[in-house]
């Protein structure tokens, strides 16, 4: 299948206003400064206008490279040193370390041979000192604007702010919304506006891209009550270290999680602390659908069919292995997997009309991918790619190979897409069954038309609203939209129906 290569653009930062000049200096006093300059000054050391200039090129090089390298993860205006959380240490050297050599249990690799000592002590640098005070400011879109895309008005609402990078969203009979954040809360949040925590969770590894993540209703939720919760597990031997991605199903009584049980633990454990997955959804027939990530050991998960990482899985609503799932037969392979060679999917939805299975996939440094899953078959992760490592090096010169799935579409430069959904009900009719995915990287998100399985249109919402973790369509038809950052929940409401 033919690809389409998406060319996001990159937001332009706003520049400063010139500042206006005034004077302000008494007439009385000119000629007394003008006294003491004559009398004060003395010969000074001449600027180095040279090394001013290479500075500034240094710098700019500076900024450069981490825009081209680093953004994707830690934001085109370095929102994730806003808050100087520095895991490994703040000093200069710490921060020069980290870069040459990485960090490889938090996903991070090393630029030892991308770049000079010289421009990695001057990327510290620029990284060392914070937010630029041009920064693209997060949230620029109020509740109060009427916003014009392609086909339909909307403004934008305001649910929830100060949360802990929010995940999951999943809404109750009853109009309260369910929420996750990463860090291990789960919340109701009720029609009132209160934020009520529901206790009765197992424990969490929370550590990297590891937490509390996806949440979906079972299908007949009505009649029998189950929650389904993604979160990244703890080790199963004590004292180890590490975990891996597990799915629970529990129902709520009184705010606590009861009836606890965990239907799926994938894996093998690993010390890594990133690449978990996991977004879950269910088909028309019942059976549910969730992708784990190679969890950073891409050479050897993604292409066994022998452990439960790099892959889709297909279990029944108790945990159980369908009949036919496509190597249920065969011997040493993990029966849950439904398709395999997968980097880290972080979207899965099911297509309201067809019931196919689609997945958005974050691939390295210009390889991000959107596939329609099919069962059985190898998406090539990573033996195939169109993206490079992060440090511009290469891991294979191929994009294709006979035996694996080309993606239908991908991002280069990679946008870093999230949660994804159909749009559903009757409230943006004129996106009825497009797809809606978030962009971490750009921070919007993306309307993408399809037509027979093929990518034919495209366009960004919301553009500077922060890094967008989910997107969901409520009962009605709502578009709810997670941000990461800034930690908040909003709303689209109609404004031209």
Request: aromatic residues 10%; glycine residues 10%.
């Amino acid at each position: 299948m033919q690809s389409f290569f998406f060319n996001p653009m990159i937001h332009s930062i706003k520049k400063p206003e010139k500042m206006k000049t005034h004077n302000f200096l008494p007439e009385k006093l000119v000629p007394l400064l003008i006294l003491f300059v004559l009398f004060s000054c003395r010969p000074q050391s001449p600027v180095n206008i040279e090394v001013m200039n290479r500075s500034a090129q240094n710098m700019e090089g500076a900024a450069a490279n981490y825009q081209n390298y680093c953004a994707g993860c830690h934001g085109f205006n370095l929102e994730k040193f806003e808050h100087k959380d520095w895991m490994y240490g703040d000093s200069l050297n710490s921060v020069f370390e980290s870069i040459k050599y990485g960090r490889i249990e938090m996903g991070m690799p090393g630029f030892e041979a991308t770049f000079s000592d010289d421009e990695i002590r001057e990327l510290a640098d620029y990284t060392k000192k914070g937010i630029p005070q041009n920064r693209i400011q997060l949230g620029e879109k109020t509740d109060s604007a009427v916003h014009s895309s392609e086909l339909h008005r909307f403004r934008v609402d305001t649910l929830v702010s100060g949360l802990d990078v929010p995940w999951g969203l999943e809404f109750l009979p009853n109009g309260d919304l369910l929420l996750s954040e990463r860090s291990g809360m789960l919340y109701r949040f009720t029609a009132s506006k209160e934020l009520i925590p529901i206790r009765g969770l197992p424990e969490i590894f929370v550590k990297g891209q590891g937490g509390l993540m996806d949440l979906k209703l079972h299908p007949d939720y009505a009649s029998n009550g189950w929650i389904y919760i993604a979160f990244s597990d703890v080790a199963d031997e004590p004292g180890e270290s590490g975990g891996n991605t597990s799915i629970l199903r529990a129902r709520i009584q009184d705010d606590r999680l009861t009836d606890v049980q965990k239907i799926f633990n994938g894996n093998p454990d690993t010390d890594k602390s990133y690449h978990f997955g996991c977004k879950i959804d269910f088909d028309k027939k019942g059976y549910l659908y969730f992708g784990i990530g190679d969890r950073g050991e891409r050479d050897v998960n993604p292409q066994t069919l022998a452990n439960a990482n790099g892959k889709i899985h297909r279990i029944r609503d108790d945990g159980t292995i369908p009949d036919d799932n496509p190597f249920v037969a065969i011997d040493g392979a993990c029966p849950s997997v439904y398709s395999f060679g997968h980097r880290n999917p972080q979207g899965i939805a099911v297509h309201p009309v067809t019931g196919d299975l689609w997945e958005s996939e974050h691939g390295p440094k210009g390889g991000d991918e959107l596939n329609r899953i099919k069962p059985g078959r190898n998406y090539g992760w990573p033996v195939i790619s169109y993206g490079i490592n992060y440090d511009g090096t290469r891991f294979t010169d191929l994009t294709e190979k006979e035996g694996m799935e080309q993606p239908v579409a991908y991002w280069d430069p990679s946008i870093a897409p999230c949660g994804m959904t159909f749009v559903t009900g009757s409230l943006f009719p004129r996106w009825q069954n497009n797809l809606l995915i978030g962009s971490l990287r750009f921070q919007y998100v993306e309307r993408i038309e399809l037509l027979r399985n093929r990518v034919v249109h495209r366009e960004k919402l919301l553009e500077g609203i922060g890094r967008v973790r989910n997107v969901k369509i409520s009962p009605e038809g709502l578009v709810y939209v997670a941000i990461e950052q800034p930690g908040k929940i909003i709303r689209l409401l109609p404004e031209d129906l």
